[in-house]
């Protein structure tokens, strides 16, 4: 072969030369759609994803049904990656795993034998030591796969077939859930009881136009493996299922048993759906270890073949249900399930559905499975009928058939002939055993004839009539609601329903606290800390080298801490958690999200049910209540929306009026009453400016009169303070003569 023969022909032949961004955005949206529709959601007829739908169909023709041995776990994933899902035998088997594991299927697809792992977290064994079946729940979603139920479609490699998707005989799409994320997109949909599902389609079947509170009257939520308690409102649940968007609550099961002495201990029965026993055992100690649940004794672990981990209260005088309460925010004994029902509809488009939705698509997709399985029987018996047509000639002209049959030399021609047979009906004759021409095989051909046609007179019926074909469905679904029934042990709903305990654990743990007061302590490059009583002399504090006061607040240790950054962020501190001020405190900035760029503003205790005033120094702002800055997490609260250059003011609105005053010396003074009260926001204006912006700000009452302090500390009243009263939003006019250089009413 010459050098010539091997370089590509003129004009480059295989090099496409095109841009490469175009290349790229080609090539990821075929990689996206392929991970979307072939690994990520599940198809709203079966439920399935591929590798499921691939798996059950791999053991229906392995032949392993509820009733037989079951085979090895390597040959079912070996005949599945080896025919129908060219992927890792790993992803494959850890598939077929979850397909068996009761803690995570609501109704298991295959009965596991082996180590199939638990709940506590372990993996199951190798696929070379279990074994596997189908269950009956899988044979409903299998029924009439060989009756031309569904389409079929080449395998990867064209050698084989596969279903495009399941006859599914139950909903099996809301009955299991499902969960997956592709690119771009991702699905969530809890699992549901079959029974109550059903109960629904038939609602549907009876009363097409139900709505979907109407549907809520049988389906009352998810119905998760592991049981728990779903404490979600109905209000939401509502807006859930009509969307196919939103979340549920769902909490561990807990009762309260006695112990000797008088005690008592809390026994978990149930944990949330995906949560794994061992780490919560490991996360509840270490809420113990780090002292953040402060009703906690000890947890430990009690399991056998049920669950039971028991709880024990630090006090005897604490209530079961404040612990409880405490322990569901602070530990995975509660958890929101999101749902986002995104599913493959039946063109194999993504789209997100409601509950109404996907229970019609079902039902379509029921009624076309029906139909087609009609078709197929049909075609079958009207087959029969032809054969059994030609066997009863035999019966009527027996001594000639078999005249023919002995003497003739092409008998298969001859009874055509004669007897205006088909090539079918001579060949079934032919093939007829002398033992079947007796008599009483002939009247069992009439009755096999006479019953054959009456079956094909009502399944022509039934393809002419849609009424007919919905009620067949009704027939389909009530027989399956029989094997999954709340009469069956699979059946029997597992999660319940109830509302939260408006139980407030925090005021409960204020109790255990002693209520000393405290000098809350902050420098200004941001160390914190508390000093016993009260600071008389706040010079008398010491610093580290080139830091000094920023604040004193007076508090106790019952108080929570707010504090106000200048991005517009409040934070909460506990006051009896707050270090020592035997040295020099602890670095602020290590205990709550917040960033060197940031500024603290203000540092005071919560008042319950007092305001505060907050303003950006764009001269915007708004009342807040103290109620709605309290921020449980460490990253704080927004509450003011800030742009620019970020806050200037938060300050307590005890008073009536509130004077401000801009970075031009310009002071404005309107009545409180004009701004909002707003839980979060931008706020409404305050002041106008050409150049710059709000640079300090003051809440007075004007029976008491407005004052200002001056750069020696003393206070200076300001009985004019009237002139200039104006206008929200106006710009204001120049402060008085001796008004401090600094344009600040209080020193900073």
């Not at 506990?574 to 940031?598: C, F, N, Q, W, Y």
């Not at 939003?729 to 009413?745: C, D, E, I, V």
């Amino acid at each position: 072969m010459t050098l010539a023969a091997t370089l590509p022909p003129d004009g480059g032949g295989r090099i496409i030369d095109e841009p490469l961004s175009e290349a790229l955005s080609r090539r990821y949206l075929a990689y996206a759609l392929s991970t979307i529709t072939q690994r990520a959601l599940p198809d709203v007829r079966d439920g399935l994803k591929p590798v499921h739908r691939r798996l059950l169909f791999a053991m229906s023709l392995l032949r392993l049904d509820p009733r037989t041995s079951p085979k090895k776990s390597a040959r079912v994933v070996g005949d599945v990656i080896g025919k129908y899902h060219p992927h890792g035998d790993v992803a494959v088997y850890d598939a077929l795993v979850r397909l068996a594991q009761d803690f995570a299927q609501r109704y298991r697809l295959i009965d596991g034998q082996g180590n199939f792992g638990n709940i506590d977290g372990d993996n199951a064994a190798a696929m070379r030591y279990t074994e596997c079946r189908l269950t009956d729940a899988a044979q409903l979603l299998l029924e009439g796969i060989d009756e031309d139920a569904v389409d079929f479609r080449a395998t990867y490699d064209g050698e084989e077939e596969e279903p495009v998707v399941l006859p599914a005989g139950f909903p099996n799409l809301l009955a299991n859930g499902s969960s997956g994320i592709a690119v771009g997109m991702a699905t969530s949909i809890p699992p549901h009881n079959a029974a109550e599902l059903i109960d629904a389609c038939l609602m549907m079947l009876q009363r097409p136009s139900a709505t979907t509170a109407q549907l809520m009257e049988h389906v009352q939520g998810p119905d998760f493996p592991t049981g728990g308690v779903i404490v979600e409102t109905a209000e939401s649940m509502l807006e859930t299922y009509e969307t196919g968007r939103g979340g549920v609550r769902v909490r561990a099961r807990w009762t309260r048993e006695e112990t000797a002495r008088g005690g008592w201990r809390i026994v978990i029965t149930e944990i949330p759906y995906q949560v794994k026993k061992a780490d919560l055992v490991e996360q509840l100690a270490g809420l113990i270890e780090t002292k953040r649940a402060a009703l906690l004794g000890d947890v430990r672990d009690e399991s056998a073949e049920d669950m039971r981990l028991i709880i024990e209260p630090r006090a005897r005088n604490v209530e079961p249900e404040v612990l409880m309460e405490s322990l569901f925010r602070l530990s995975d004994l509660e958890t929101r399930f999101p749902v986002n029902v995104n599913v493959l509809n039946a063109r194999g488009a993504p789209v997100v559905m409601g509950l109404k939705s996907a229970l019609s698509a079902f039902l379509d997709h029921r009624r076309e499975v029906l139909v087609r399985r009609a078709r197929f029987r049909l075609a079958k018996i009207e087959q029969r009928l032809h054969i059994l047509a030609g066997l009863l000639i035999v019966f009527l002209n027996l001594d000639e058939v078999i005249r023919i049959v002995r003497f003739e030399d092409e008998p298969k021609t001859r009874l055509i002939e004669i007897f205006a047979l088909s090539e079918a009906q001579a060949e079934a004759i032919l093939n007829t055993r002398l033992r079947q021409l007796a008599k009483l095989e002939e009247m069992e051909l009439r009755r096999e004839h006479a019953g054959l046609a009456e079956e094909r007179d009502g399944l022509r019926a039934v393809l002419a009539s849609e009424p007919e074909q919905w009620k067949l469905v009704a027939v389909g679904l009530r027989a399956v609601r029989k094997t999954l029934g709340p009469a069956t042990a699979v059946g029997k709903r597992r999660s319940s329903f109830s509302a939260a305990p408006a139980i407030d654990p925090a005021a409960t743990l204020e109790s255990f606290v002693t209520r000393e007061a405290i000098t809350v302590i902050v420098s200004q490059r941001g160390w914190i800390r508390a000093a016993r009583g009260r600071v008389e002399d706040p010079q008398a504090l010491i610093f580290k080298e080139g830091d000094k006061l920023a604040f004193a607040v007076a508090a106790e240790t019952t108080d929570k801490l707010l504090i106000f950054a200048s991005d517009g962020r409040f934070f909460t501190l506990a006051g009896d958690k707050l270090p020592s001020a035997r040295g020099h405190g602890e670095p602020l900035r290590l205990m709550i999200d917040l960033d060197d760029r940031v500024e603290v503003l203000a540092v005071f205790a919560h008042k319950p049910g007092a305001t505060c005033l907050l303003a950006s120094k764009a001269g915007y702002g708004f009342l807040a209540t103290q109620d709605d800055a309290v921020a449980f997490r460490k990253a704080g609260k927004q509450v003011l929306v800030v742009a620019g250059e970020g806050a200037a003011v938060c300050l307590r609105a005890d008073g009536d009026h509130l004077a401000v005053i801009g970075d031009n010396g310009k002071i404005l003074i309107f009545p409180l009453s004009e701004l909002p009260t707003m839980a979060r926001g931008k706020g409404v204006k305050l002041q106008s400016y050409r150049q710059g912006g709000l640079r300090d700000a003051l809440v007075f009452a004007a029976a008491d009169g407005a004052a200002w302090t001056d750069a020696s500390g003393r206070n200076r009243a300001w009985p004019e303070w009237r002139d200039w009263l104006g206008r929200r939003a106006s710009a204001g006019r120049l402060a008085p003569k001796g008004f401090p250089a600094s344009k600040r009413f209080r020193p900073s």
